[in-house]
Structure formats: C-alpha cells, structure tokens
C-alpha cells in the first residue's frame, strides 16, 4: 500500500475538530481531576472515619479499575438513574473523576512532605484550620506537587482516546470515522503521530519543571 | 439479569482472556522493559540514541491508537496481526516504555561505590551488573512493577475495541443484548478490581522475598559474597605472588 498524501490533505480538517476537541477533553478534565483530587486528599485526612473510609475506599476502587470500563459505566448505566449526558461531557467526567484519584494520592504526598513542625506552628499559632491549610500547608506542598500532577497531565492526554469508544469525535473519533469512510489508514497514522507531537514538548516541559522546583 | 448461559459461554472465557493479554503483554512488557532501560545506559552513543528515541516515542504514544493503528493500519503494510496479539503488541510496547524508566532508575539509584568495586574486581559489565547491581536494584524495583502491572491490566480493557474477546468485550456484547446495563457494568468494574488485588497481593510476596534477599546471612548468600571473596583471594594471591617475586 502506498502513502497518499492527498488523503492527508482531506482529513487535515476534521482533523482539526478533533484536535480542538481532545484539547477540550484534557482542559476541562485536567480541572475536574486537580480540583476534586484535593477534596480527596484532604477528605482522606480527616478525623472523621465516616468522611475519611468511603472516600479511601471509593478513591482505591476507581483507582483500580480500567477508565474504559468507567466510561460505558456512566455513559450507559448513570442515564438509567439520572440525567442522560453527551458522548463529550460524559468523557470529560469520567477522564477527570479517574484522574481525580491519581492526584490525590499527589496531594497526598506533597502535604505528607510538608515537616511537622509546621502543623505544630500553625497550632500553637492557633490558626483554624483552614487557615493552616491555606497558608501553612498548602503553599509548601505546590511545589512538590508539580511535577507529578504535570505528568498526569500528559498521562489523561494518552488516555483522552478512550472518549471516542463512547463516540466522542476526539482526535481519535474523527480518524475513526474518517477511516471507515474513505477505507484508508493515513488518519490514524497521522493521529498517532500527533500524540507523540504533543507529548514529546510536554515532558521535556514537566522535567525542566521538576529539576527547578523539587530540589 | 444474566443468563447463565451467556456467563458460561461469553464471560469466563472473557475472564480468562483478559488474565491470558495481562500475562502475556506483562511478559513481553518485562523483556522490553529490561531491554531498553539496560540500552539506555549504554558504553556506546548509538545504542543509548535509539533505546531514547524508543522510550521517547513508545511513552508519548497513546495505547489506545497504537492498538487501532497495529489493528487496522498495519493490515495494508503488509502485515496481518490476529487482534489479541495486536493487543498484546501495542500493550507490551507501551508499558515496556513504561518500565525501563523503572528499570534505569533502580540501578542508576545502586551507590556508585559499588559499582566501582565490581570495576577495581575486574569484573566484565556483564558481571557487574548480575552479581552487583541487580541483586540490589531489583527490590527497589519490585513496588512500582506492581504498580504497572496494575496499570496495564486495567490498560487490557482496551484490546475489547479491536475485537479481543475479553471480560468487558462480553459486557459490552451482553448490553447489546439484554440493557442490563447496571449488573453488567457493576460486575465488570469488581472484576477488575479483584483482579487488581490478586496482583498487588501476589507482588506483595514476591515484594518481601526481594528485601529478605539483601537482609540474609553472607554465608546463606551462595551468589555474591561467594564470588566476590572469591575473587578477592584470586587477587590476593596474584598480588601477593607478583611481591615475591
């Protein structure tokens, strides 16, 4: 078979829509997953053993099972008990709330580096707590937790695909679709080539990143 | 719910299949993963280039449209692979990348000492690195294998997209025909999870036989001590011999 680059050409559009579409996926996700994956991380912390047992337990047991499973899981069993979502919006939850348990086992780590001393400052400071959180701990955990949740970052971005299995026109979807129309495989090659464009400058970006904060 | 015989005839085997991809991409995953991460600390450049470009491209890939790209691509080069080892292909490849990380960095984390014992020895690179920096890498490298290998079986729930018949092939085919959507999901998602266990709690045994390795009595050690002393009084006795003369 030979490489024809008019089909390129054809799919360079469509293309496009997915590119713009997986960019979405991994923004809105990647902020779904930092911002729940703290509540995790704090809720998992707590003194309360009803806060911190179920969120351990749920946290362990999406941590465990496969994202793809996850996503038929709220794209065809979650419409039967409350609202019925696009392909999209069910892909970003899903690829946020998987994520979501990663970087909390990130927080976790960072807030454990923070020395104790520092909480036993903030108590003897009688700070309340979320002031200790806010400008105590959280501050000293960032920068630990940079690099790490950077390469989670990049990590979602290789597992954005999985959206198009639910039938989101992601990078993926586009070439998928593409493909079984023309009967050609030039879409997926390109695709492939593009993830690699993506995430090459991405790590090389989180190790540059890493050696100037974590020290 | 399910009817027993759609369980029989679709989701044990599905059961046994995803365990079959686990194991076989976890076994060519580990010769890939030990491959690379050695070439990627090479003597010579050309070697140390290419396990880069390898890691680089193989770790910047997404799984998922390598598998499409081996399933359907590949077909029209030339090159016909049957889906489950299209999968295991795209799996082994990925994680393999995946590991060498682990692999270069457990023996780049050996103390550099001892690495220059084994040279002071004379003791070939070969050597060095199964009697010397193996033995005390490969307990550090033990807990984020596991780790992996969780990752990649929850990662064989793609191989269902290219027609691998596994466990959630069978769900999705179950769906398909009956709407049951909740027990079927349900049931898959605790599969994987207790299959998940069963290979964190299998990688906790080998886990402790790794660290009880380094712990143990010299003269229980048959392998490096043994050959080490050995060694040594091979050196002695050829030093000792050039100061008598």
Do not use: C
């Not at chain 1, 639910?166 to 070439?175: Q, T």
């Not at chain 2, 060498?100 to 070939?124: C, D, H, M, W, Y």
């Not at chain 2, 010397?132 to 990662?155: D, S, Y």
């Not at chain 2, 050959?227 to 100061?243: F, H, N, P, V, Y």
């Amino acid at each position: 078979m030979n490489w024809d680059w008019q089909v390129v050409d054809d799919f360079m559009p469509r293309f496009w829509d997915g590119v713009l579409v997986t960019l979405q996926a991994l923004a809105i996700g990647t902020l779904i997953a930092f911002a729940l994956g703290l509540v995790w991380a704090m809720a998992q912390r707590s003194t309360l053993v009803w806060v911190r047992w179920p969120v351990i337990a749920f946290t362990e047991f999406i941590r465990n099972t496969p994202l793809l499973v996850q996503l038929f899981f709220l794209f065809y069993v979650v419409p039967n008990f409350g609202p019925s979502m696009s392909p999209l919006t069910t892909g970003i939850i899903g690829l946020g709330l998987h994520y979501s348990t990663y970087t909390a086992e990130v927080y976790r780590a960072g807030i454990d580096g923070v020395p104790v001393g520092q909480w036993e400052a903030a108590t003897a400071l009688n700070l309340p707590k979320g002031r200790t959180w806010r400008a105590v701990i959280l501050p000293q955990a960032i920068r630990r937790v940079v690099p790490p949740l950077g390469n989670y970052v990049v990590a979602m971005l290789k597992d954005s695909p999985m959206i198009a299995t639910i039938g989101a026109f992601d990078m993926l979807g586009e070439a998928q679709a593409f493909s079984n129309e023309t009967f050609t495989t030039e879409a997926i090659t390109v695709v492939g080539v593009a993830f690699i464009v993506i995430a090459y400058p991405a790590s090389l970006l989180i190790r540059a990143l890493e050696r100037r904060l974590v020290r | 719910m399910m009817s027993s015989e759609f369980f029989t005839t679709w989701f044990l085997p599905g059961i046994w299949i995803t365990i079959q991809v686990t194991l076989y991409s976890a076994a060519l995953g580990a010769v890939i993963a030990f491959g690379i991460g050695l070439a990627r600390d090479s003597r010579f450049w050309i070697v140390r280039f290419l396990a880069g470009v390898y890691f680089e491209i193989f770790r910047g890939m997404s799984a998922l449209v390598l598998m499409f790209w081996m399933f359907f691509a590949l077909p029209f080069f030339g090159w016909q692979l049957v889906p489950m080892w299209a999968g295991v292909s795209a799996l082994g490849l990925t994680y393999g990348a995946y590991g060498s990380e682990i692999v270069r960095g457990s023996l780049a984390a050996v103390a550099p000492a001892q690495k220059e014992a084994g040279i002071a020895l004379n003791f070939t690179r070969w050597q060095r690195l199964r009697l010397i920096e193996m033995p005390q890498a490969w307990p550090e490298m033990v807990p984020p294998f596991n780790n992996l290998l969780v990752e990649l079986l929850k990662g064989t729930a793609l191989v269902s997209v290219i027609t691998v018949a596994d466990m959630t092939f069978a769900g999705n085919l179950l769906r398909l025909g009956t709407n049951e959507t909740t027990p079927i999901y349900t049931l898959l998602l605790v599969l994987y999870f207790v299959l998940a266990f069963l290979i964190t709690r299998g990688m906790r045994l080998v886990e402790r036989k790794a660290k009880a390795g380094i712990g143990q009595q010299p003269e229980k050690r048959g392998g490096i001590t043994a050959k080490l002393s050995a060694r040594g009084e091979a050196l002695q006795a050829s030093t000792g011999s050039a100061g008598g003369k």
